[in-house]
C-alpha cells in the first residue's frame, strides 16, 4: 500500500504562484506514476498533471506555461509549482500514485482558492 500526503494549498490573488506537495509513503518502490488531479466545484475531476519513472511528463493544455510537475525521489515526493493562478484553477487538487501493477492510491485533496 501506498499513502499520500498533500501540503501546499491555500488562497491566493489572480497572477500569484503556489507550490504543492505530495509525499509518498509505504511501497515506495511500487510507484510507476505519481500526479495531480484537480476538482472545481460542479464539475468532474480532470488530469493536471503527471511524471512517470522515466521522468517523463504530462501538462493538460489548460496549465501548459504554467504549472510544472517535478519529483524527488530522494524525498519520495512530488511538486507542483503553479504560477501565473487563475480564478479558473480554484479547485481541490489531489495526488496520485500509480503503481506498477495498476493500483490507483490517492491523496485527501488540498484546496487552491484563487480570487481576488
Known amino acids: 500500500q501506498v499513502q499520500l500526503v498533500e501540503s501546499g494549498g491555500g488562497s491566493v490573488q489572480p497572477g500569484g504562484s503556489l507550490r504543492l506537495s505530495c509525499a509518498a509513503s509505504?511501497?515506495?518502490?511500487?510507484?510507476?506514476?505519481m500526479g495531480w488531479y484537480r476538482q472545481a466545484p460542479g464539475k468532474q475531476r480532470e488530469v493536471v498533471a503527471r511524471?512517470?519513472?522515466?521522468?517523463?511528463?504530462y501538462h493538460v493544455d489548460s496549465v501548459k506555461g504554467r504549472f510544472t510537475v517535478s519529483r524527488d525521489n530522494d524525498k519520495n515526493t512530488v511538486y507542483l509549482q503553479m504560477n501565473s493562478l487563475k480564478p479558473e484553477d480554484t479547485a481541490v487538487y489531489y495526488c496520485?500514485?500509480?503503481?506498477?501493477?495498476?493500483?490507483?492510491?490517492w491523496g485527501n485533496g488540498t484546496l487552491v482558492t484563487v480570487s481576488s
Open positions: 509505504g511501497s515506495i518502490s511500487s510507484i510507476y506514476r
Open positions: 496520485y500514485a500509480l503503481l506498477i501493477a495498476g493500483t490507483n492510491y
Open positions: 511524471i512517470d519513472n522515466s521522468g517523463a511528463t
